[in-house]
């Protein structure tokens, strides 16, 4: 069958050593230089308060720019074996004690948490227990850390950062730096939620000038939310932050479509994960303009999605504005068009190519192993196919430089020199149009949370519909072990397979390439899928595994059938369409 695609996306440190802001008089700078002020982090405008996880993979490029910005001309870069990369940390880190150190540790599979993984509810009893160097917990913003493996990392210092165990620190976090990304540097060792009393404090601002004040004096009144999907806000003096959960941690959310409607209204539309259910559509009005795009973030952890906009001016809000809500049945059959424009047309092998759209204020979150329909015409015929969105990049430590922004997708295309579609898809040149459907297909990632190990075929083309799953894979705080097995016909059809192996081998992610028509020079795997093969790369089956395949329809029949025999049961395996 021809035009066959797959149906189917400066770390700053947590820690307690104040930070630069540019001063306005000469007598402020003084004062601040006197208290050892660093620039903020450009991660640090990401800082949210409730999220219990980040949600995806920060956007570094953007949010330096912003840093660099707004920092001191005197305060240039400068490069340092620190957690922090800030040459005026309190103290000086042993060799093996870098950001980069602490964050391969906490891909290695260490348990950094101390429970096993398992979230918990924290009292704040509980939480007065662990308060000794060797067993630290620490609370901020209502999530509640085990700081223990970071003491010897900790840029201020192990008396800094031991200022804040045993206890709810977001006062004192606040009052030093609000604006840090915790969540990015401690993603692996969230413990739980603090326990709090219905009159606790949720701290929004850290100016200092004004004083702490409860949630509801901090937001706008919200209806009550919707059956499914619940909001609330969070903002720092750069940047505002809308959340959207689900209000039962059973039901995750399905795509998510954002537009901007002016400098100062968006609109968001939340679809249910399953096929049925409620799509719900927020109008949004903010007080104040902000920047398009947003950074939107999906958890891998809980139901819910991060929309962060940029402040166009400074400042804290009192309020960030008002919402009108509406709701309508869910219809798996309907499908909408946007138009992208092409902004690159890479070719990846010799017959396959990556392609970079953009549609104009408007942006999709395309959940993992889900689909899109692109169409256009040719030769005054429309045609069509299916492709699964993949992610620009795979693992955090591999993002390039030239990040794209989050209202970009990403399509990989394999050329059929005597398709209908593909040669002219491939041939798209930048400023050339496309339209591409809403989200399509019924894949749920979060069911298949429950096992402790993957495996991957992919066959060709079918590569696509894994990526978005590896990447969110790796980015859960216990990831699974993940064995991809990538099938191709010779070396020359491999495509990604540099990104992939750049990012195996040390974390809980392997690679194994198989050629079928592989010349002499290849020292890796030959054959084709079968029995002997999946078992000899896969091991004996087990209850606590589960297998994507995805594939032409000849490579998918022997799949299914050698992994039958083998003992692999069908609650086990997700099948996708090559």
């Not at 539309?269 to 927020?282: F, L």
Request: net charge neutral; proline share 6%; hydrophobic share 35%.
């Amino acid at each position: 069958m021809e035009d066959r695609q797959s149906s189917r996306q400066s770390v700053d440190s947590y820690v307690f050593q104040p930070p630069a802001n540019k001063s306005k008089t000469e007598e402020l700078g003084e004062k601040m230089k006197k208290i050892d002020v660093k620039p903020p982090s450009a991660l640090g405008l990401l800082a949210k308060n409730t999220a219990l996880l980040p949600s995806g993979i920060v956007r570094v490029k953007q949010l330096r720019d912003a840093a660099l910005n707004q920092a001191s001309p005197s305060s240039g870069a400068s490069s340092s074996g620190s957690a922090t990369g800030n040459p005026r940390n309190k103290t000086a880190l042993a060799p093996g004690h870098s950001l980069m150190d602490w964050i391969r540790l906490g891909s290695s599979g260490v348990d950094l948490t101390g429970v096993g993984g398992k979230l918990l509810s924290v009292a704040p009893a509980e939480l007065a227990k662990h308060n000794t160097e060797n067993d630290a917990w620490i609370a901020i913003r209502g999530i509640v850390f085990n700081v223990s493996r970071y003491m010897s990392f900790h840029p201020g210092g192990v008396p800094e950062l031991m200022k804040g165990v045993g206890k709810d620190a977001t006062k004192l976090f606040d009052d030093v730096h609000a604006w840090v990304n915790y969540q990015s540097i401690l993603q692996k060792c969230v413990v739980g939620r603090l326990e709090r009393s219905a009159g606790a404090e949720l701290l929004f601002e850290s100016d200092k000038s004004k004083p702490k004040k409860s949630t509801k004096s901090e937001t706008e009144p919200v209806p009550d939310p919707p059956a499914a999907v619940k909001m609330d806000w969070r903002q720092t003096t750069n940047t505002v932050s809308m959340f959207y959960a689900a209000t039962r941690t059973d039901q995750p959310l399905g795509e998510c479509r954002v537009k901007k409607l002016s400098d100062s209204e968006f609109s968001l539309r939340i679809c249910p994960a399953g096929k049925s259910g409620d799509i719900v559509t927020h109008n949004v009005k903010l007080i104040e303009d902000v920047e398009w795009p947003p950074n939107c973030q999906r958890s891998s952890e809980a139901p819910e999605v991060e929309i962060v906009f940029k402040k166009k001016n400074r400042g804290i809000w009192k309020k960030y504005g008002s919402f009108a809500e509406s709701r309508e049945k869910a219809d798996s059959t309907q499908r909408s068009y946007n138009e992208y424009e092409v902004l690159e047309n890479t070719p990846l092998c010799k017959i396959v190519h990556l392609l970079v759209l953009r549609a104009q204020n408007y942006m999709q979150i395309v959940p993992p192993g889900r689909h899109v329909e692109a169409k256009m015409k040719v030769l005054g015929t429309e045609v069509s196919r299916l492709y699964t969105p993949v992610p620009s990049f795979i693992h955090p430590e591999e993002r390039p430089a030239t990040a794209l922004t989050d209202d970009c997708l990403c399509l990989m295309v394999k050329r059929y020199e005597d398709g209908a579609m593909t040669p002219s898809l491939t041939a798209l040149q930048p400023g050339e149009k496309l339209c591409l459907s809403n989200t399509l297909g019924d894949f749920v990632a979060e069911e298949f949370d429950s096992f402790a190990a993957m495996h991957l075929l992919a066959a060709g083309t079918g590569l696509t519909a894994m990526l978005s799953i590896v990447k969110r894979a790796l980015s859960r705080r216990n990831p699974p072990s993940i064995n991809l097995i990538n099938f191709n016909r010779d070396e020359d059809s491999i495509f990604y397979g540099r990104e992939l192996d750049r990012v195996s081998g040390e974390r809980t992610l392997s690679v194994t390439h198989v050629l079928s028509a592989a010349d002499s020079s290849w020292s890796g795997k030959r054959g084709t899928v079968s029995e002997d093969l999946l078992k000899d790369l896969m091991g004996e089956q087990s209850p606590k595994a589960c297998v994507f395949a995805c594939g032409p329809p000849g490579f998918m029949e022997v799949a299914r059938e050698s992994l039958r025999k083998l003992g692999w049961q069908a609650s086990q395996m997700r099948e996708f369409e090559g």
